[in-house]
């Protein structure tokens, strides 16, 4: 469903795991620092909301997007986490850039899922400005960070 149908910030505490007996992995990328730094705050307040010790909150800072893919293979092959968020923002620009940098890191994502035994969660914002990723990183849409959160909290319970 469109984010301006739904806040990614609102949803049924009630259906969200206990996630005190989970250790959980964010991959961040500093590229748009501004935005992401707002998605890695969302990200770890909701998962102490639901019961992850901050101790088991596990963050590693990738340089862009394109790199958020590696990061998480690496975080997960520590065997310490039971999900990985994988969270970034990609601005659409005057060249094609930004599709090939989406593209690549849906697909790693994607591959990332099929392969291991673990959970990874797509928090990318594919934006075509900034006010787009300001509304979905706090503003008048939620955060895409909370979302994210609640996402691998469900999928680590599988």
């Not at 005190?20 to 748009?32: F, K, P, R, T, Y």
């Not at 849906?106 to 591959?111: D, H, N």
């Not at 291991?116 to 849409?141: H, S, V, W």
């Amino acid at each position: 469903m469109a984010t301006a149908y739904q806040n990614l910030s609102k949803y049924d505490f009630s259906s969200v795991p206990d996630g005190s007996d989970l250790s959980i992995g964010i991959v961040i990328a500093e590229w748009n620092r501004v935005i992401t730094e707002k998605l890695l705050e969302g990200a770890c307040n909701t998962l102490e909301k639901h019961g992850v010790k901050a101790e088991n909150i596990f963050i590693k800072r990738v340089p862009g997007s394109f790199e958020l893919t590696y990061g998480a293979r690496r975080m997960a092959e520590t065997g310490e986490v039971n999900a990985v968020i994988i969270l970034g923002c990609v601005i659409k620009g005057e060249t094609p850039h930004f599709d090939y940098i989406c593209a690549g890191v849906t697909q790693g994502i994607t591959e990332l899922n099929l392969m291991c035994d673990i959970p990874f969660i797509f928090g990318l914002l594919t934006t075509n400005d900034m006010q787009q990723a300001e509304d979905r990183a706090g503003g008048k849409y939620g955060n895409k960070g909370d979302e994210a959160a609640v996402t691998a909290l469900k999928m680590a319970k599988i």
